[in-house]
C-alpha cells in the first residue's frame, strides 16, 4: 500500500512538473509575443485607432501563425477592438486614455492572449487541456497631439457676415460652415487665400490648399479666394468633434472672492473661479475654469507675459475653462489673450505644454456640460485671442463697428458678423496647429 501510494504521489507530481512547466513555458513566449504587439501597435496610434490594431495583429500573426485580414480586422482602416480567436489562441485588443482621457483617442494598448492546448499527462488525472494567457500595455512616446482642422468652424449654422456698411473677415486657413460660409451681400464676400496662410503672412510649409468643408448640401454664401485661386468645396462633411475631450486641467485651489484670487503683484492666479471671472488686469500662466458666474466680462485683461499673437508663450499662456454653470455672457471685446505654449514639432524633446493649456486660450466643452450662453464683441472691439478657442454650444455675433482678431482655430455653433458699420473680422491660420497634453511617460511598456 506504501509503494501504490508513493507511485500514485510521483505520478501525478510527474503530472503536476511536465504539464505545469508546459503552461509556464508556453506562458512565457506568450508575454514576449504581447509586448511586441503592444509595442509596435501603440507607437502606430495617431487620431484613430485601426491602424494600431492592424499593425498589433501583424506582429501577433507572425508569431502564432495567422495572416491578416482575419475576422473582423479586415483592412488598416477597419480593425476594431475586440476579441479575435485564431488557431487555438484567443487575442483581446482595447484601448484606453493616458492622460485621464483628454483626448478622444487612445494612447494606450492592451494585448491580452489566450492559449488552449492539448495535455500530455495531466489527462490522467481528468485534465485534457492546458490553458496560459498573458497580457502587456504599451504606450505612445511623448506628448498627445490632436491636430487642428479649422481656421475657423461653425458646426451647427452658418458662418456669415450680414451685409451693409464695410463689415468684412479674412480668414487665412481651411474652414467648416454646417450650413454657408461667407456673405449674404457681394461686396462683403469673405476673403480666403488659396493657400493655408500663417499668421505671420507666409505660406504654410508645403502651400497646402486652403478648402471649405460644409455640413450639409451646396454653399449659398458669398466668399473669394484673394489671390484667384481655387478652393475646392467638400459638402456633407460630419462636424468636427475632436476637441470635445481636450479639456485643460486647472489647478485644484478654488477662489471665491477677487482678493483671494491675485497675487501681492495684483496678477490674477489661474485655479477655479467659483462665482465670478477675472476681469481686467493681467492672468498669470495656467489655466482658469469659472464655475457658478453669471457676469463673464472679461474687460481690459492681457496675460502678465504676453507674446505677440500667434507666437509660443511658454511661460505665460492662460487657458479660460468654462461650463454648463456658466450662464452669463462671455464679453471678450477688450481681452488680449495668449493661450499658446507649444508650437513645438513633434520630434522635439524638451519640455512641453508648461502652462498646461494645451494650446488652448478658451475652453467650452460640448455636450450636457458645456458653456451654452452667449460672447460678446462689441464694437470698437480691440479682441486679440491667440490659441484655440472651443465653443460648440455657442452662438458667436459681433458688431460690425468691431474689428477683433483670432490668431489659431475658433469653433462655435454659429458665427454673424452684424453689418451695418466698417469692422474688419480676421481670423488668422497657425500651420501646424495641435492641441497638445503633456508627457507622463516616455512612451513603451507600462506595467
Same mark, same amino acid.
Given at each position: ?50 491602424? $494600431? ?12 501563425? +495567422? ?17 479575435? @480567436?485564431?488557431? =487555438? ?13 483628454? +483626448? ?28 496560459? $494567457? ?10 498627445? +497631439? ?11 449654422? #452658418?458662418?456669415?457676415?450680414? =451685409? ?19 456673405? &449674404? #451681400?457681394?461686396?462683403? *464676400? ?20 486652403? +478648402? ?5 448640401? *451646396? ?16 459638402? &456633407? ?7 470635445? &475631450? ?29 462665482? %465670478?471671472? !477675472? *476681469? ?13 458666474? /453669471? ?13 505677440? @499673437?500667434?507666437? @509660443? ?19 471678450? /471685446? ?18 512641453? #505644454? ?5 494650446? %488652448? ?9 458645456? %458653456? ?6 462689441? !464694437? ?11 465653443? !460648440?454650444?455657442?452662438?458667436?455675433? *459681433? ?8 490668431? =489659431?482655430?475658433?469653433?462655435? $455653433? ?17 500651420? =501646424? ?15
Amino acid at each position: 500500500m506504501i509503494v501504490v501510494a508513493i507511485i500514485v504521489a510521483l505520478t501525478v507530481l510527474g503530472v503536476m512538473v511536465f504539464d505545469a512547466g508546459l503552461a509556464m513555458s508556453d506562458r512565457r513566449n506568450l508575454q514576449a509575443y504581447a509586448d511586441a504587439s503592444a509595442l509596435a501597435g501603440a507607437r502606430s496610434y495617431g487620431p484613430g485607432v485601426n491602424k $494600431a490594431h492592424w499593425v498589433a495583429m501583424q506582429y501577433l500573426g507572425n508569431s502564432l501563425g +495567422f495572416t491578416v485580414p482575419t475576422g473582423a480586422c479586415s483592412s488598416v482602416s477597419a480593425c476594431p477592438a475586440g476579441t479575435y @480567436s485564431v488557431t =487555438g489562441y484567443t487575442i483581446t485588443l482595447s484601448d484606453s486614455w493616458r492622460v485621464n482621457g483628454i +483626448f478622444n483617442y487612445p494612447s494606450v494598448l492592451d494585448v491580452v492572449i489566450s492559449h488552449t492546448q492539448p495535455s500530455i499527462l495531466a489527462r490522467m488525472l481528468g485534465f485534457s487541456t492546458l490553458k496560459a $494567457a498573458a497580457s502587456a500595455r504599451a504606450t505612445i512616446p511623448g506628448p498627445q +497631439f490632436n491636430g487642428a482642422a479649422y481656421a475657423v468652424a461653425a458646426v451647427a449654422g #452658418d458662418a456669415l457676415i450680414n =451685409g451693409g456698411g464695410a463689415a468684412f473677415q479674412t480668414v487665412t486657413g481651411p474652414v467648416y460652415a454646417y450650413n454657408s460660409f461667407g456673405a &449674404n #451681400d457681394v461686396p462683403h *464676400s469673405t476673403g480666403v487665400p488659396s493657400i493655408q496662410t500663417n499668421y505671420d503672412g507666409t505660406n504654410c510649409p508645403n502651400n497646402p490648399q486652403n +478648402f471649405l468643408d460644409n455640413g450639409g448640401g *451646396s454653399n449659398s454664401l458669398n466668399y473669394h479666394t484673394t489671390d484667384g485661386g481655387p478652393m475646392p468645396v467638400t459638402p &456633407n462633411v460630419p462636424p468636427p468633434r475632436n476637441y470635445d &475631450n481636450a479639456s485643460p486641467v486647472a489647478p485644484n485651489v478654488t477662489y471665491v472672492t477677487a482678493a483671494q484670487a491675485k497675487d501681492a503683484f495684483g496678477h490674477w492666479m489661474p485655479g477655479i473661479y467659483n462665482g %465670478f471671472a !477675472p *476681469s481686467g488686469g493681467t492672468m498669470n500662466g495656467g489655466v482658469y475654469k469659472i464655475i457658478n458666474a /453669471t457676469n463673464l466680462n472679461l474687460g481690459s485683461i492681457t496675460n502678465t507675459i504676453h507674446t505677440p @499673437s500667434g507666437t @509660443s508663450d511658454p511661460t505665460g499662456a492662460v487657458a479660460i475653462v468654462l461650463d454648463s454653470s456658466d450662464t452669463g455672457t462671455l464679453d471678450i /471685446t477688450s481681452a488680449v489673450l495668449n493661450g499658446l505654449d507649444d508650437l513645438n514639432p513633434p520630434g522635439y524633446t524638451g519640455p512641453r #505644454d508648461q502652462m498646461g493649456t494645451h494650446n %488652448f486660450v478658451i475652453f467650452g466643452g460640448n455636450g450636457a456640460g458645456a %458653456f451654452s450662453g452667449t460672447v460678446a464683441v462689441g !464694437p470698437g472691439a480691440t479682441t486679440d485671442m491667440s490659441g484655440i478657442i472651443y465653443m !460648440p454650444k455657442v452662438a458667436y455675433r *459681433s458688431n460690425g463697428n468691431s474689428s477683433p482678431q483670432f490668431t =489659431g482655430s475658433l469653433t462655435v $455653433a454659429t458665427m454673424t458678423v452684424n453689418g451695418g458699420g466698417n469692422g474688419a473680422q480676421v481670423f488668422k491660420w497657425v500651420c =501646424g496647429l495641435n492641441a497638445v497634453a503633456g508627457q507622463p511617460y516616455e512612451g513603451g511598456l507600462v506595467r
